[in-house]
């Protein structure tokens, strides 16, 4: 058996990143990921400015009182500072020459006779922005291989950037395998159940930003899953199906592929989880998540996510350090041998927050996961007590 992080390695080794690129202006490119690096051709902010509404001045001038020479609102190019005077100035209006201070207006009193005075002692460089101060000429703003996210837009705006070069999305072409699986709004025929899988797994792959191709429930029969391996291999990056991955008489997926393809499947010491296929049809990837809702939505946040997202290009970890909480729980009978992901949940127990587990851990009960804030990991052999400290991982995106 394979551990999960050796699962994960193997599978992020093999992600093969979307050749094509695309130019998108800044307002469609929220998402996407980036693949060509942004560096600043201008310094931001541009010039040294006022972070305030006020005075701007030489410090060596002191308190005053002194004459106003010039007004310099912002979006105008001022006159250089004649001496002895001040400058009433806006935010964000540029320094004049000769001046390095600003003095808020609330810390200055106009004069009868026009000239100011302030009320505080002036210190060189007070409330000026100094140009470059964010991003110097030549610097790297944003890295290959990130998300854009709504901030990274408005940091390319900064530097005058119009368009970004970003992966174009990754093509994910999915199926499900199983004579028992009806569509919601059909009725459930004796020995039916409902395709649930579809309907987590369709819209977290639209989450990460893929081209789903839904190709919906395939039959239990060896030679129909070929055909639409063949079909879904001709327009995808990937190939992901669910069920059909065990070695039971009607898992006809591992055959499948194996005829179209190569395979490669794998014991991994996860719980809940099964094999988890992997391997190539023609161009593409392939991964098998196994049927079981659970097994499969445990197996996809832990192992296939980071895989899809690799392949679409994205290279900095999305992962932010998890947040830890005392267990309200206990966890007496570990599974020995794998790894297990428990379904947790955060509540405020007398002002504390402390993770709850969702009482049926069992590998069929989706309402685990509807009902859990996140996953709590736990080593094989691993007991848990009532305030152990565990590390909570979102299944957020
Ligand atoms: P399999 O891996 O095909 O043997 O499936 C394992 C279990 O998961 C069986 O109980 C299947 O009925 C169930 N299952 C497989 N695919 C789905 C699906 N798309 N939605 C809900 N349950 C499924
Ligand atoms: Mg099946």
Same mark, same amino acid.
């Given at each position: ?19 094509? &690129? ?7 490119? *929220? ?57 009433? %100035? ?23 006779? =026009? ?26 703003? *944003? ?6 996210? &709504? ?60 081209? $789903?191709?839904?190709?919906?429930? $395939? ?8 055909? %639409? ?8 990056? $990937? %190939?992901? &199906?669910?069920?059909?991955?065990? #070695? ?47 097994? =499969? ?44 992901? *428990? ?11 402390? *993770? ?28 848990? #007590? ?8 979102? %299944?957020?995106?």
């Amino acid at each position: 058996m394979l551990t999960v992080d050796q699962a994960r390695d193997w599978l992020l080794q093999r992600a093969q990143v979307v050749r094509t &690129t695309e130019s998108l202006p800044l307002l469609q490119a *929220l998402g996407r990921i980036l693949a060509e690096p942004v560096l600043a051709t201008v310094d931001v902010p541009p010039q040294d400015n006022s972070a305030m509404d006020g005075y701007a001045l030489s410090s060596a001038d002191g308190i005053g009182p002194l004459p106003v020479s010039q007004r310099i609102p912002a979006g105008c190019q001022p006159q250089p500072l004649q001496a002895g005077t001040v400058a009433r %100035i806006f935010t964000g209006a540029p320094i004049p020459a000769g001046a390095d201070a600003v003095v808020m207006q609330e810390q200055a009193e106009v004069q009868d006779d =026009g000239q100011v005075t302030f009320t505080q002692p002036v210190k060189p460089g007070q409330n000026i922005r100094r140009a470059g101060e964010d991003i110097c000429q030549g610097a790297t703003v *944003l890295a290959a291989g990130k998300m854009l996210t &709504t901030a990274d837009l408005g940091l390319a705006a900064s530097i005058g950037v119009p368009v970004l070069t970003v992966y174009r999305p990754l093509r994910v072409a999915v199926f499900f395998t199983g004579d028992e699986l009806t569509e919601p709004g059909q009725p459930l025929v004796p020995g039916h159940i409902y395709n649930s899988n579809r309907y987590w797994l369709v819209p977290e792959l639209m989450r990460l930003g893929c081209e $789903v191709t839904d190709l919906g429930i $395939v039959p239990d029969s060896l030679s129909r899953t070929r055909e %639409i391996l063949q079909d879904a291999a001709a327009l995808a990056d $990937v %190939i992901m &199906t669910c069920g059909g991955v065990s #070695v039971g008489e009607e898992d006809h997926v591992k055959a499948a592929v194996e005829a179209e393809g190569s395979l490669d499947l794998w014991k991994i010491a996860i719980k809940p989880g099964k094999p988890l296929a992997s391997g190539k049809v023609g161009q593409a990837g392939f991964i098998g998540l196994p049927g079981n809702p659970v097994s =499969g939505f445990v197996t996809y946040q832990v192992l296939v996510k980071p895989y899809l997202q690799r392949c679409a290009g994205l290279l900095t970890e999305t992962d932010t350090a998890p947040a830890r909480y005392p267990a309200g729980f206990a966890w007496e009978r570990p599974d020995a041998r794998r790894e297990e992901f *428990l379904r947790v949940k955060l509540v405020q127990q007398d002002g504390q927050w402390q *993770l709850q587990r969702y009482p049926n851990q069992g590998s069929g009960v989706l309402t685990s996961c509807a009902w859990a804030d996140g996953l709590v990991r736990l080593a094989p052999g691993q007991q848990v #007590v009532p305030g152990d400290m565990l590390a909570l991982l979102s %299944i957020a995106v």
